[in-house]
């Protein structure tokens, strides 16, 4: 059956799963299959290929799925070299140099989707083992994405086949759906579990010397057990090999009566492992391998833990041999059974305990970067030792793995035991921060040690231990901050230190100590925002950015023409799409991951998030605006012809069109439920607004009654889809009732365009936003009643956005001038103005408040986009930011006779000849490096995001304004030498 199935014969199923119980010797079966087709088959003047994968929990290399996708897609590559073009056009769209990263499975998937429409694709069967051991780490594709990928594959074309295996649920057998199911002991071309026993048998009496009579005395005790399987067969024969040849017969005597694996283990447990004289230190490490986060080398275990002086451990590991091996130097369990025993049995009360010495054991490892790097030439320095690695990350790992303890009730002495703990955390990130970034940046982790620490922020953010969060919270902005600068790789992090707000602890604490001939520095800002990631890629303007639903997704559309979709947890770029033309003005993505983009052509193009490839044609021309039902099958797409076009987009086809507006459609928006349709035209006038039934095709009779005197700019239906509020140029937002059509109120009060009109959620206000700087909070009483709560007067130019929080606690407006202003509702039911910001430098073109109530996310025409923490947001945010262009204009600063401003800085008049002040700014254009001098030595490297766009060199002073906030560095007398400065911070980090 196999046979056939790989060869293309006969079978048209494109989807084999083979299901097995717990040790039935699935992964055994799988891998004679791989050596026995794994070379090419000469079919019908085809290739048929084989491209394989073996989940494995113990290795990190082998349980997610990415890592799974991207090794099927090597296999292919290495038979078919001509295929290789997918993946370099890959890298030069994204600008990456690998997709090595758990969460990189979105771009994989484009990778794998591009070369099975190539026609030079061959057929090919994808072999699969142990799908089950996938991982589902939050955060990260898991099990689901992947089956999810392969049905989607089987679809896209013929060429694929899938023999896939795993133990059997329910939950499995369901996710896979009417796929071909087989059970491995139906299966007549399997070896018996009778052959096994005899072929391990004889294989053990030959290793170690049985004699006849022994080794048929090991086959008959195993064949009598009826709870014997292949796993069952693999821990005794295991257990037997380091088992005297005087001592068989009595340890197969006791396992004859074990019923179930836990039993087994218990016996080993019993007649092996406790009975030796060091059972403490075998039980100490198994703890610690129980709780580790992969597979570790001897060199990584040793210093975890800890054992006495002279006591060798792989002696100890050899004692421990039917639970763990040692492969290559890498110690890891027999199999997953054996984790989990250990997990229940050994560690049942001492996992926190186990979690918390790890911990403390990752601080004492010798993490820190090489003394000897060389800034100019990193490719000569040597690597930090290999037992580094697991500390750098995983001292994370292990305290977010007990926060939840640790954060409600523990008892005194593990209380105390903990306080100990936090301490120590605290002290590593405030002695140590930067040289562990440094060792981050060198091991490629910085990204990864960023994103955990964010996780441990979140974990800890409502417990008792308030100065380790806040110290955690701390090291993970800036760790988010010097990721955004984007610093070469040779660059020490205390470099990011200067651009760190005044309220950061580590400024404070550090600042001093690594820059002691800087007297000060002063920015604009205070205090951190919350947590954010810079994306970086785009060429052109940024005008419009979406989060998906569930919030692992950014979508990003750009005057560069293209649409960019980023992994939200890592900052990496996932597909760069281009559209034919145009600026990209709006973007939009749905529950099932389907990405609209509108350009300045007014045409709509559509891709599939997972693939980045459009599946369908692109929507016409003159589209004015474009919506998803909640569902994401359907999209509504309004064009200058006044008609309104409703497409399904599984079956990629116009199903029905609504024809009734007078003039050009600019505004349409879909019920919460999908059944309701509104649209506004331009003439803003009682037969302008419309509502469309989708069920019956038809328009909602009497139409909405809004009667706006001049044309409509906003449109939103209220969270119950029963009434419909909009907004209009002739100074109003009017209210109907979507049943009847009928006007219910009319909104007065404000002096120019209502720009913008919005619900809350669960709270009953609505709000407007309008060119007279005012944003309006309304109360909305079912209909009843409408008072004006409050005018909130906090802009000084046109409001052009708004929108509430999920809560109804925030209010976040942005308007013409680039601000962006946070009211908050008090405990007296008030609003009041919380917080603003002006890192834009144009116009806010929209605002929006993530479902969490936590985030803000902004878009402006200046080719940025940021994202904030609105609970603490008095700094700048997550930004979506493009290189900077070239000289637009130059001009003169007042006390810079020499020089003439640029966009870049500073530039002198006369290059030959020296500046006035010592301290001076200069550009590497060969590096594209923006530096601040001294007598023409690279001082302070200023990251691309600070780029200077005015300056002013004083004798002891540089002030720079960039395109956030001005920063003033004040130096002393007593400067040292440029090479002394990484001397000195070597000195101080050790």
Request: net charge negative; glycine share 6%; charged share 25%.
């Amino acid at each position: 059956m196999f046979s056939k199935f790989l060869k293309w014969e006969s079978l048209d199923e494109q989807l084999l799963w083979v299901s097995s119980g717990i040790g039935e010797g699935m992964t055994t079966v799988f891998l004679s299959l791989v050596r026995q087709f794994r070379s090419p088959v000469k079919m019908d003047d085809n290739i048929c290929c084989l491209s394989f994968f073996f989940f494995d929990f113990r290795s990190p290399a082998h349980d997610n799925a990415a890592a799974a996708l991207r090794n099927l897609i090597w296999c292919v590559l290495a038979k078919q070299p001509q295929l290789e073009s997918h993946l370099q056009q890959k890298y030069e769209t994204t600008g990456r140099q690998s997709f090595d990263h758990a969460n990189d499975f979105l771009a994989l998937i484009g990778i794998f989707y591009d070369m099975m429409q190539d026609e030079n694709f061959p057929k090919t069967c994808f072999v699969v083992d142990a799908l089950d051991e996938c991982s589902s780490e939050e955060g990260c594709p898991g099990l689901g994405d992947f089956i999810h990928f392969i049905t989607f594959s089987i679809k896209q074309s013929d060429k694929v086949r899938w023999l896939i295996s795993s133990n059997y649920s329910s939950g499995m057998e369901e996710a896979l759906g009417n796929c071909r199911h087989e059970k491995l002991h139906n299966l007549s071309d399997i070896t018996t579990l009778g052959d096994y026993i005899q072929s391990q048998a004889e294989k053990l009496a030959n290793e170690n010397s049985y004699d006849p009579e022994l080794r048929e005395t090991v086959v008959q005790i195993l064949r009598q057990n009826p709870y014997c399987n292949y796993l069952w067969i693999d821990i005794v024969v295991n257990a037997l090999k380091t088992e005297a040849i005087w001592r068989v017969t009595d340890f197969l005597k006791g396992i004859s009566e074990v019923r179930d694996l836990k039993s087994l283990y218990d016996h080993i447990c019993k007649t092996k492992i406790f009975t030796s004289k060091d059972k403490d230190f075998c039980k100490k490490v198994l703890e610690v391998m129980a709780v580790v986060r992969r597979p570790l080398h001897v060199t990584e275990l040793e210093p975890l833990v800890q054992l006495k002086q002279r006591v060798d451990l792989e002696v100890i590991i050899g004692k421990c041999s039917d639970f763990l091996q040692i492969t290559d130097g890498i110690v890891s369990f027999q199999h997953q059974s054996a984790r989990d025993y250990v997990q229940k049995v050994f560690l049942n009360n001492n996992f926190t305990l186990t979690h918390m010495k790890l911990i403390r054991a990752c601080f004492n490892l010798k993490w820190n970067k090489d003394k000897s790097r060389d800034r100019e030439n990193p490719d000569t320095q040597e690597t930090a030792p290999s037992m580094s690695k697991y500390a750098l990350v995983n001292w994370i790992s292990h305290l977010l793995a007990i926060s939840k303890v640790v954060s409600t009730t523990l008892a005194d002495d593990m209380a105390g035991l903990f306080e100990l703990t936090s301490s120590d955390v605290c002290c590593f990130l405030r002695d140590h921060i930067m040289p562990w970034a440094d060792a981050l940046v060198q091991h490629e982790l910085l990204a990864t040690g960023a994103s955990e620490l964010q996780k441990l922020d979140l974990g800890f953010q409502h417990s008792k231990w308030r100065s380790l969060h806040n110290r955690i919270r701390d090291a993970h902005r800036f760790l988010r901050l010097h990721q955004a600068t984007e610093s070469p790789g040779t660059m020490p992090a205390f470099n990011s230190l200067l651009f760190c707000p005044t309220a950061s602890l580590v400024q404070q604490e550090s600042l001093k100590k690594v820059f002691p001939w800087i007297t000060s520095v002063s920015a604009a800002t205070q205090q951190w925002m919350g947590g954010f990631t810079a994306l970086k890629g785009h060429e052109d303007w940024v005008r419009a950015v979406v989060i998906s639903d569930d919030g692992k997704l950014i979508v990003s559309g750009s005057d560069d023409a293209t649409v960019r979709i980023w992994d939200a947890g890592t900052g990496l770029v996932q597909h760069c799409l281009e559209v034919r033309r145009g600026y990209i003005f709006s973007v939009a993505i749905s529950s099932q991951r389907i990405v609209a983009a509108g350009s300045s052509d007014y045409s709509i193009t559509l891709w599939e998030a997972d693939t980045g490839r459009e599946p369908m044609d692109e929507i016409g021309d003159l589209v004015q605006s474009v919506a998803f039902t909640a569902s994401g099958k359907l999209l509504a797409v309004a064009k200058e012809d006044c008609k309104i076009y409703i497409w399904d987009l599984e079956a990629k086809s116009n199903i029905m069109t609504f024809d009734g507006n007078n003039s050009p459609v600019n505004s349409i928006a879909f019920s919460r439920d999908g059944n309701l349709l509104a649209s506004g035209a331009e003439d803003g006038t009682i037969e302008s607004v419309f509502i469309w039934d989708l069920d019956t095709n038809t328009e909602i009779k009497p139409s909405m009654q809004f009667d706006h005197e001049r044309s409509l700019t906003s449109l939103s239906f209220s969270p119950d889809g029963k009434y419909l509020l909009s907004g209009s140029s002739d100074c109003t937002m009017r209210l109907c009732e979507v049943q009847t059509g009928n006007r219910l109120h009319i909104f007065d009060g404000h002096e120019d365009w209502v720009r913008c009109v919005a619900w809350c959620e669960k709270e009953p206000f609505i709000a407007s936003a309008s060119d007279d700087h005012s944003v309006r909070i309304w109360s909305f009483d079912k209909g009843k009643a409408f008072p004006l709560k409050c005018t909130l007067r906090e802009h000084r130019s046109w409001v052009m956005c708004t929108s509430f929080s999920p809560d109804g606690r925030f209010l976040v407006s942005g308007d013409n001038d680039s601000t962006v202003v946070v009211c908050e509702r008090n405990m007296a039911d008030e609003w009041e103005r919380k917080s603003s910001y002006t890192w834009h430098s144009a116009s806010i073109d929209s605002i929006v408040v993530a479902r969490d109530g936590r985030r803000v996310v902004s878009a402006s025409s200046d080719k940025t986009v940021h994202v904030w923490d609105i609970d603490d947001c008095s700094s700048r945010g997550a930004s979506i930011k493009v290189d900077w262009g070239p000289y637009s204009k130059m001009w003169l600063s007042p006390g810079m006779d020499q020089h003439v401003m640029t966009p870049y800085g500073a530039l002198p008049l006369d290059l030959s000849t020296d500046a006035e002040t010592k301290w001076g700014l200069s550009y590497d254009e060969d590096k594209e490096e923006w530096w601040i001098t001294f007598n023409k030595e690279k001082y302070i490297f200023l990251p691309k995001m600070f780029a200077p766009t005015s300056s002013c060199i004083l004798p002891n002073k540089a002030v720079v304004g960039t395109s956030s906030m001005p920063y003033v560095f004040g130096f002393s007398d007593d400067v040292p030498e440029a090479k002394d400065i990484y001397g000195d911070y070597e000195t101080w980090a050790s």
